[in-house]
């Protein structure tokens, strides 16, 4: 028996159920005997951000003022 190999990337969201019977649809299957594997897409913050760089905004409501539409300054 002659194997067809192929990596196919599949997002795994709402959708996956349907791109699997999509492939099945194209004669992809698995095989008994044959193992799955899978292939994970990983990522992970290689520089914290700085306690400098976590803030909060603090409006200072003694330095707001209304201008009246009709008036410029």
């Known amino acids: 028996m002659e194997i067809e190999h192929d990596v196919k990337v599949l997002t795994i969201d709402e959708d996956f ?35 400098a760089a976590i803030g909060r905004m603090v409006i200072d409501e003694s ?4 201008i009246p539409g009709n008036r410029k300054q």
């Open 17 to 51: 159920n349907g791109a699997i019977e999509r492939l099945k649809s194209e004669g992809w299957e698995t095989i008994p005997g044959i193992k799955p594997v899978a292939v994970y897409h990983l990522a992970r913050v290689k520089k914290p951000a700085s306690a």
């Open 63 to 66: 330095k707001i003022m209304v």
